[in-house]
């Protein structure tokens, strides 16, 4: 199996103009799901003692399997929040795949950690961070939030330690109800205590909200405070400056979430939504959703990375010579401990098209959105429920029940149309757009909206 012989030229040649051929098409057909029977019955068994060849399982892959998953960078897959890659990118996913790099540490992989930390920096420069901030790509936001709010809470419980102070530890967090369903399940993971703050009328946390919540529940109770820098459902961004100046009062820990806003720092006609975020202790932002690197890349960014050293470096003998050295250990900042070097795609793509086709490209998003939004002010059977912050943008359909809301979007699936799900708010079923896909046009969304006349 190891050994570069002529069957496996041939493999390569054949995978090499798969990703390639994948790659030119522009749109990519959308697919859409099977059920288990229907793949059952065409992929037959496909793991056996004498295996089936490479050529006959990528052709299995590409003529049934690929099929059956929709296709996240279609212009019209405007569902949760997508992933639009850039082409630089996605080519540089098989060459971190095809280069044996343990990302882990400075001393297995210090070329592609300190490629790595230059993004980093890169976003820590955009959100404002100080120069000795720093941190770690990691999955995904999920984990993301439960890596910095671990840290928070080996921060907090430290500092109640050194104080001397025989009262119970902080076990709390508090966030408002738009936050990520992550950080309620960051909070089971960890045992800890979520406090749901009231948002103010434009659905935003705000510091003079979280005060009155602190008060109430006892400042000293809580660990951590979750500010969202675009929600998932709205894209709202909360009022970070005033929840960061109530945050540095108190002593608590001030966590933004960015995974899907963050982006919104490099585009100069919402930068100013995000004032405040340069107080953050920790702040993550998912390059996989609005900075165009493929699944999975999340960015950790802590404030103090000793604190995170702190909470999360592992430690045993068969690690000494890591953990005894002094250079940057990438996985010393998260839950986590072997990785891959998911990070080098994102900055691979920003060293080939420089920063500002990245503003230009986030840009272009936002401009759709705010043609989305004119299109369903313009249209007299559409309602949108609230300006859009960022790029998301959610509309009623005056007169329709959930169970419209669905048959359209089942029936757009199936047509392998468009890939745009209902959401709900206040228990009410609306339409949502999530716009992360710079090739998607005035003319995907007018299509789009025409179906709901
Ligand atoms: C998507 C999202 C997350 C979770 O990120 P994953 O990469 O899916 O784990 C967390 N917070 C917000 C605001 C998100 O939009």
Redesign the pocket.
């Given at each position: 199996m190891h050994g570069f012989d002529a069957d496996t030229e041939a493999l390569g040649e054949a995978i090499l103009k798969y990703a390639e051929e994948r790659m030119r098409l522009h749109p990519v057909p959308l697919d859409g799901p099977k059920t288990l029977e229907e793949l059952q019955s065409v992929a037959g068994n496909t793991i056996t003692a004498e295996g089936m060849g490479g050529l006959a399982a990528l052709r299995l892959f590409g003529d049934e399997l690929a099929l059956a998953c929709l296709s996240n960078d279609h212009p019209r897959y405007l569902s949760?929040?997508p992933c639009a890659p850039t082409e630089a990118a996605v080519m540089f996913e098989m060459v971190v795949g095809a280069s044996g790099i343990y990302a882990g540490s400075w001393l297995e992989g210090a070329g592609a950690v300190f490629a790595e930390n230059v993004a980093l920096r890169w976003i820590a420069d955009l959100a404002g961070l100080p120069a000795e901030a720093g941190g770690v790509f990691v999955?995904?936001?999920?984990?993301?939030?439960l890596s910095a709010l671990v840290t928070a809470r080996w921060a907090a419980r430290a500092r109640h330690t050194a104080s001397g102070s025989t009262g119970p530890r902080p076990t709390k967090v508090a966030a408002q109800a738009g936050?990520?369903?992550?950080?309620r399940s960051a909070c089971d993971v960890m045992d800890a205590e979520l406090i749901g703050v009231g948002s103010d009328e434009h659905l935003r946390l705000t510091g003079d909200n979280l005060r009155a919540v602190l008060e109430a529940e006892g400042p000293g109770t809580f660990f951590a405070v979750v500010a969202?820098?675009?929600?998932?459902n709205f894209g709202i961004v909360d009022d970070l400056d005033s929840v960061a100046q109530v945050c540095h009062e108190y002593g608590i820990w001030f966590h933004v979430?960015?995974?899907?806003?963050g982006a919104g720092l490099a585009a100069p006609t919402v930068r100013h939504l995000f004032a405040g975020v340069e107080h953050a202790d920790s702040f993550?932002v998912?390059p996989?959703?609005w900075l165009f690197a493929p699944?999975?890349?999340?960015a950790l960014l802590y404030r103090e990375p000793a604190l995170a050293r702190g909470a999360h470096t592992q430690k045993a003998s068969y690690l000494d010579v890591l953990t005894d050295a002094s250079e940057w250990n990438p996985t010393d900042y998260s839950i986590g401990l072997t990785r891959r070097a998911r990070g080098l795609p994102l900055w691979f793509s920003l060293a080939t098209h420089g920063t500002k086709a990245y503003t230009a490209a986030i840009e272009r998003t936002l401009q759709v959105t705010r043609f989305a939004e004119a299109e369903i002010t313009r249209r007299p059977y559409l309602e949108a429920l609230r300006e859009a912050d960022l790029s998301v943008v959610v509309f009623r359909r005056k007169g329709w029940e959930p169970e419209d809301y669905h048959a359209w979007s089942d029936e757009m699936m199936r047509e392998e149309f468009a890939f745009v799900v209902p959401t709900s708010h206040e228990g009410e079923t609306v339409a949502r757009f999530a716009i992360v896909n710079p090739t998607t046009s005035e003319d995907d969304i007018t299509a789009i909206l025409d179906t709901m006349a």
């Open positions: 949760f929040i999955p995904g936001g999920t984990v993301g939030n936050a990520h369903s992550s950080i969202t820098a675009g929600t998932t979430d960015g995974a899907y806003g993550i998912d996989h959703k699944f999975d890349c999340c």
